[in-house]
């Protein structure tokens, strides 16, 4: 009888613990926040969302400065060759190019300021963050690492919501 009872605790216990996982898990799933992990650890940064054509073209332009743990995640209706260039933005940044599984292809580090030249992130992007220049090299965030937000929210995500 006893060993029933605990066991009956044990499981309502576990359950109860896997309710504050989820509830945990869908709380880091948020269109305002990008999580990425790899070998290297994790981090998390505030985002602003560019998913229409005029705010993906408009972009980071004419900012001077953008806080450390935030950065800029633009997003695509369907995986697509992504490039970029960084006419009218004042800041070096780093992309991180992202498939639709939320698996980084590419990372380009130290985007140069006013330069035009083009940066091709390759094809079969989903999703680019942008954050300043200089901190996915000081973090270790590569090719391989997986980022999580809503936008990768289908059952093949590597790290889904």
């Known amino acids: 009888m006893i060993r029933r009872a605990l066991l009956v605790l044990l499981m ?3 359950a109860a613990l896997a309710q504050v996982a989820l509830a945990q898990a869908s709380s880091d799933c948020r269109a305002d926040t990008v999580l990425l992990r790899g070998d290297w650890g994790q981090a998390r940064f505030s985002v602003e ?7 993906r073209s408009r972009g980071l332009m004419f900012r001077e400065t953008m806080a450390k743990s935030a950065g800029m995640l633009f997003v695509y209706d369907t995986p697509q060759r992504a490039t970029f260039w960084m006419r009218n933005t004042l800041i070096s940044l780093d992309m991180i190019f ?5 698996v980084v292809r590419h990372v380009h580090h130290n985007a140069i300021p006013g330069d035009e030249t ?8 989903l ?5 300043n220049g200089g901190l996915a090299r000081a973090m270790g965030i590569v090719p391989g690492s ?4 809503p936008a990768f929210a289908s059952e093949t995500a590597a790290w889904p919501c």
């Open 146 to 149: 997986q980022m999580r937000h």
């Open 49 to 55: 969302i560019a998913d229409t054509p005029d705010t």
């Open 12 to 14: 309502a216990g576990g």
């Open 118 to 125: 083009v940066i091709d992130g390759g094809r079969g992007i």
């Open 127 to 131: 999703a680019v963050l942008e954050i």
């Open 98 to 102: 992202a498939d639709e599984r939320g």
